[in-house]
């Protein structure tokens, strides 16, 4: 989902920063974002595990991936070809599938057909977010202490009030995760690639869920998806402010034990990891249309079954819609090109014979 791909690192066998871990970390994340909103509609009363399984989930892969976008956006300082990418890459998709989000709405739900560009619909607040969060690269860059003072920002943004224009609560209560990432080195990835670390993560896998069970259907959404502050929760600001941090400390051992266990090797995932845009993109709009004939009611009615059936169809789904024939159809509104003519030309080079004012100002010093 990051709209840039990771580089090539050194061949070392030590290191992770190359193509096929980070790939596979992010096919992973994807499968879990279809997972996560697959299963969000068919809760009941009775599906008690799956909902534990549900915030176990949520409790990590978003914070994952951000954490994943601000390391591959370390090299950004806003240099012209940078923002290109930047519009072509993530605002232009993003105003794109708001439109056709708002078509699908209008169509299924019989809503009022208004394209508000301010108000991302569903699951493109991370599109607008990712682009705010890119264009203040350069700031974390030249602050000191970045992480804490964007932990300082987000914990604020939930005892203050903020408006749902351009999906800033989540913007700001995610921002530490897009931080820290900034921050990340290779060396920081090479700690949780050892027998240790792996051996650690899946105990912890373990115990969270085991957790998420005794507390299911508790926490609420609101508190994973970092959209309400904590007026809307319920709660003063001294306890919300404790069990985010509680939340911000079981997340990052999450995160950590996750990118532990991912695969360093290539594999089938891995090729599939480098497009995860395709996936996140056109699976909701799937989920809606399933929604709108009743796919779900029939999967609420076969139990376990029809819980297993579809998990296995959301994987599925992010499969196909990583191929090539999907991605050669929708190309043009994932990965759209910024016109020819909003291109500035590029500077004509200055004649030799034609002195500088720079080369004056020399001539000017050897005298």
Same mark, same amino acid.
């Given at each position: ?25 992010k ?15 068919v809760?009941?009363?009775?599906? *008690?595990?799956? =909902? ?9 892969h978003?914070?994952?991936f $951000? ?16 923002? =290109? ?9 993003y105003?794109?599938f ?6 699908v ?17 569903y699951?493109? @607040? ?7 969060? =890119?264009l ?12 804490? $003072? ?28 897009f ?15 050892t027998?240790?670390?792996r ?35 319920d ?29 360093g090797?290539?594999? @089938? ?13 056109? *699976?909701?709009?799937?989920?809606r ?29 992010v ?39 720079a080369?004056?100002?020399e ?5």
């Amino acid at each position: 989902m990051t709209s840039s791909t990771p580089h090539h690192g050194p061949p070392a066998s030590h290191t992770p920063d190359r193509r096929p871990f980070f790939d596979n970390a992010k096919f992973l994340l994807i499968a879990l974002v279809a997972l996560g909103h697959s299963w969000e509609q068919v809760f009941s009363p009775h599906t *008690h595990g799956l =909902r534990a399984l549900h915030n176990l989930v949520y409790g990590f892969h978003m914070p994952a991936f $951000i954490l994943l976008s601000g390391y591959f956006s370390r090299s950004f300082t806003g240099r012209p070809d940078q923002v =290109r990418r930047l519009l072509t890459g993530v605002l232009a998709p993003y105003l794109i599938f708001e439109t056709l989000y708002t078509l699908v709405y209008h169509w299924l739900r019989g809503s009022e057909f208004a394209i508000t560009p301010t108000s991302p619909t569903y699951l493109l @607040w991370f599109l607008i977010a990712l682009f705010l969060w =890119r264009l203040s690269t350069p700031i974390w860059n030249a602050v000191r202490y970045p992480v804490a $003072i964007s932990v300082v920002v987000s914990l604020a943004a939930g005892t203050t009030v903020i408006g749902e224009d351009l999906a800033l609560p989540r913007v700001l209560m995610f921002l530490p995760w897009f931080v820290l990432g900034l921050r990340l080195r290779p060396e920081h990835f090479a700690r949780l690639r050892t027998r240790t670390a792996r051996r650690i993560a899946a105990p912890v896998f373990l115990g969270a869920f085991a957790l998420a069970y005794r507390l299911a259907p508790a926490p609420s959404d609101d508190w994973l998806s970092m959209d309400v502050g904590n007026g809307v929760l319920d709660v003063s600001p001294v306890r919300y402010l404790l069990l985010r941090l509680a939340l911000f400390a079981v997340s990052a051992l999450l995160v950590g034990s996750f990118l532990a266990l991912v695969p360093g090797r290539r594999m @089938w995932i891995t090729a599939l990891g480098a497009v995860t845009l395709y996936p996140y993109l056109i *699976h909701g709009i799937l989920i809606r249309v399933a929604e709108h004939y009743g796919f779900f009611h029939v999967v609420r009615q076969s139990g376990l079954a029809g819980q297993l059936v579809l998990s296995g169809l959301a994987v599925g789904v992010v499969v196909l819609l990583s191929t090539p024939p999907v991605r050669a159809l929708a190309r043009p509104l994932v990965e759209p090109r910024l016109p020819r003519w909003l291109v500035p030309k590029a500077q004509e080079p200055v004649p030799a014979t034609v002195p500088t004012a720079a080369a004056e100002r020399e001539k000017t010093l050897a005298r």
